[in-house]
């Protein structure tokens, strides 16, 4: 569609169950968080996990949404050819200040269902980080919240360990 000229190259969209949906623009506590969060990431990754930033994440034949942030298997060709699959992911994170509940409805069911092993939610309002464990069709089964003043890992590196409040500023 955006070949068509339906859609230009600067329009925020998401293919989400077989639909097209308009992603409203970024304000600053969303992009801001967003900003941290990657920095952070990228400085205690290195090069054991690639960080991807709003990029496609094909999760199934009728959704590809674009996680605020993908962690992914590193490859030195930064995945050029194609987009990493979920064979590739270790997880996804989205940074929510207006988006919770589409975050936590549409968007944990679609992540779920393709089998995306981990999935976070920041909620910037809350100050809290929801971690989703154990894909299954309807989302996820094993849901854990940390709040300011925990540590939080993801499950491929419990080694790196992330306070909530460097993470949320």
């Known amino acids: 569609m955006v070949e068509a000229g339906v859609y230009?190259?600067?329009?925020?969209?998401?293919?989400?169950?077989?639909?097209?949906?308009d992603v409203p623009p970024q304000g600053s506590p969303h992009f801001g968080?967003?900003?941290?969060?990657?920095?952070r990431f990228r400085e205690a990754f290195g090069t054991r996990a690639l960080v991807r930033g709003q990029g496609p994440l094909p999760v199934g034949v009728d959704s590809q949404p674009e996680p605020d942030i993908a962690l992914v298997r590193w490859?030195?060709?930064?995945?050029v050819d194609q987009h990493p699959a979920v064979a590739d992911?270790?997880?996804v994170v989205e940074i929510a200040y207006t988006s919770l509940q589409f975050d936590r409805g549409v968007k944990r069911r679609i992540y779920g269902a393709?089998?995306?092993p981990e999935y976070w939610i920041v909620d910037v309002q809350a100050g809290a980080i929801e971690v989703y464990r154990g894909p299954h069709d309807l989302g996820y089964t094993s849901p854990a919240v940390f709040r300011r003043g925990q540590s939080v890992s993801f499950a491929a590196f419990p080694d790196v360990v992330f306070t909530v409040d460097e993470l949320l500023g």
């Open 114 to 116: 393709g089998r995306v």
């Open 8 to 21: 230009g190259p600067q329009d925020r969209i998401e293919l989400i169950d077989g639909q097209l949906i």
């Open 89 to 91: 992911t270790y997880a």
């Open 75 to 79: 490859s030195e060709r930064f995945y």
């Open 33 to 39: 968080t967003l900003t941290r969060v990657e920095h």
